[in-house]
């Protein structure tokens, strides 16, 4: 939808405003400003007849709530692993200090993109390249110790014993997952139908809230400004949530902050 567009915190909250404004408007609009409606005047719905809309509209909410909270929960499990899949990379000693400082430059590297590029510039949207790269260089790293202390080869302080890369390997493909987990729902532009029809099924629901006091018009303006503001509360809490890494309710990625000012003071 639109404000997906938009960086600002309150994006989603601005734009669910509008659009439950103009749903109560062209409710109104269209039950008492039309002779569509007319002969509800002498043959009134049932009260009872407008929770049918409300009941489907609550049903859709409830759903689309649901997928948006396990996009976030989703997420923050998957900015945790990766959290922790660094921890265990970045605190394993190296054999000479030549190594060592080669590979937290690495991690540096692949951290500072992270934060710099993928959360702040692109929210998770899209990859970066550099933190790609220093991914790669991780695993260079590792697999060429693990061969060198297989084959006897290369430089002592090269060598990584099978214990100990064995765990590096698991800990960098756990980074891998989370990574790429992480990215997958940054990007979420699948949803434009689901709100399409959320928005008709509010419009159907205030049409109908409307309609049942078509005979007393200021009955009908109150009940159409209370349906309304429970439409924007609830599509504000779930495109609050829509996207984890974006707007008022969006993760922020400390653990990954903290591990690198660690790394950082370790260099100096």
């Not at 934060?115 to 692109?122: A, T």
């Not at 693990?146 to 756990?174: M, P, R, V, Y």
């Not at 509010?202 to 503001?229: D, E, M, P, R, Y």
Request: charged fraction near 15%.
């Amino acid at each position: 939808m639109p404000y997906q567009q938009f960086d600002s915190l309150l994006a989603p909250i601005i734009a669910t405003f509008f659009w439950s404004l103009c749903i109560g408007v062209a409710s109104y609009l269209l039950v008492f400003k039309t002779k569509l409606f007319d002969n509800l005047i002498e043959h009134p719905l049932v009260p009872p007849f407008l929770c049918l809309p409300a009941i489907m509209f609550a049903f859709l909410m409830g759903f689309m709530s649901a997928d948006a909270w396990q996009n976030y929960t989703q997420a923050r499990t998957a900015l945790n692993n990766e959290a922790s899949a660094i921890s265990r990379l970045a605190f394993v000693p190296m054999k000479s200090p030549e190594k060592q400082n080669s590979y937290n430059a690495n991690l540096q590297a692949y951290l500072e993109a992270v934060l710099d590029e993928e959360w702040e510039k692109s929210f998770n949207k899209s990859s970066s390249p550099k933190a790609k790269e220093a991914l790669n260089q991780l695993s260079i790293t590792i697999w060429k110790g693990s061969i060198a202390c297989a084959n006897g080869s290369g430089k002592q302080g090269e060598c990584i014993d099978g214990f100990t890369s064995a765990s590096l390997i698991k800990a960098h493909d756990d980074l891998r997952n989370a990574r790429e987990q992480r990215l997958s729902l940054g990007y979420l532009g699948s949803v434009y139908a689901k709100w399409i029809m959320a928005i008709l099924l509010a419009f159907i629901a205030a049409v109908s809230v409307a309609a049942v006091q078509k005979g007393n018009q200021k009955t009908g303006v109150i009940s159409l400004i209370l349906f309304c503001s429970s439409i924007w509360i609830l599509f504000s809490i779930v495109t609050m949530y829509s996207n984890p890494y974006k707007w008022a309710e969006r993760l922020e990625p400390i653990p990954l902050s903290l591990i690198l000012d660690d790394l950082k003071t370790i260099q100096k």
